[in-house]
């Protein structure tokens, strides 16, 4: 069964950083292309950032562009989200998100359940 | 960057009941569109890719039609889980991959 698992949102001042982790499983981790989406409590969703299997590809919305960084650790089954500089609307439940395959092909077909990151001061 | 406009906002339907739903891309993204689930507390779900691709473990009462810039989501009888927010998008066009807003599918 496939598995995704947030942490490391919490509450945070504007300006400051923070950094998300996603642990999988129940899969084969480093074939896949994997993304960060996220979603205002309430509202629509908005693709973050993407990193292909072999971090050959990496892709981020214009919003985070500069200020967010995807990574991830194949060894250790982790995808991350480093963000700096953090803005009232980056305010929003994040999301880790399996892609259907290796490279970035946009077809979300597993999510985590979602780690909560509210800024404010 | 292409826009997804879904309608209705909200949809009323009683148990049993078709329900039809709608996504319009700004510009063509042939096939390259995605249909999710989303309950309330919960992430959402992969319903349909490729506009009509049913995903791993979707009752066939979910059907996904279009092609360019017209999409339909049709729910042929709907169940009690079945009441839920549904947001299509594209994956053609990217970065970004954009989602429509959503429609809300309530009991009637």
């Known amino acids: 069964e496939v598995q995704l698992v947030e942490s490391g949102g919490g509450l945070v001042q504007p300006g400051r950083s923070l950094r998300l982790s996603c642990a999988a499983s129940g899969f084969t981790f480093d074939d896949y292309a994997m993304h960060w989406v996220r979603q205002v409590p309430g509202k629509g969703l908005e693709w973050v950032s993407g990193i292909s299997w072999n971090r050959g590809t990496i892709v981020y919305a214009d919003s985070v562009k500069g200020r967010f960084t995807i990574a991830r650790d194949d060894a250790k089954n982790s995808l991350f989200l480093q963000m700096n500089s953090l803005r009232a609307e980056d305010m929003a439940f994040y999301y880790c998100?399996?892609?259907?395959?290796?490279?970035?092909?946009?077809?979300?077909?597993?999510w985590g359940q979602g780690t909560l990151v509210t800024v404010s001061s | 960057e292409i826009v997804m406009t879904q309608s209705p906002a909200t949809l009323s339907v009683s148990p049993g009941e078709r329900a039809t739903l709608s996504c319009r891309a700004s510009?063509?993204?042939?096939?390259?569109l995605a249909w999710y689930q989303q309950k309330p507390g919960q992430a959402p779900r992969l319903l349909i890719f490729?506009?009509?691709t049913r995903a791993t473990g979707i009752p066939a009462r979910f059907s996904g039609r279009g092609s360019g810039t017209e999409f339909t989501l049709t729910i042929s009888s709907l169940q009690s889980e079945d009441f839920a927010f549904y947001f299509c998008?594209?994956?053609?066009?990217?970065?970004?991959?954009?989602f429509g807003q959503g429609t809300k599918v309530e009991i009637k």
């Open positions: 998008q594209q994956y053609n066009k990217w970065p970004p991959s954009t």
């Open positions: 998100v399996k892609d259907f395959g290796p490279m970035l092909r946009g077809i979300f077909d597993y």
């Open positions: 510009q063509s993204v042939s096939s390259d």
């Open positions: 490729g506009a009509s």
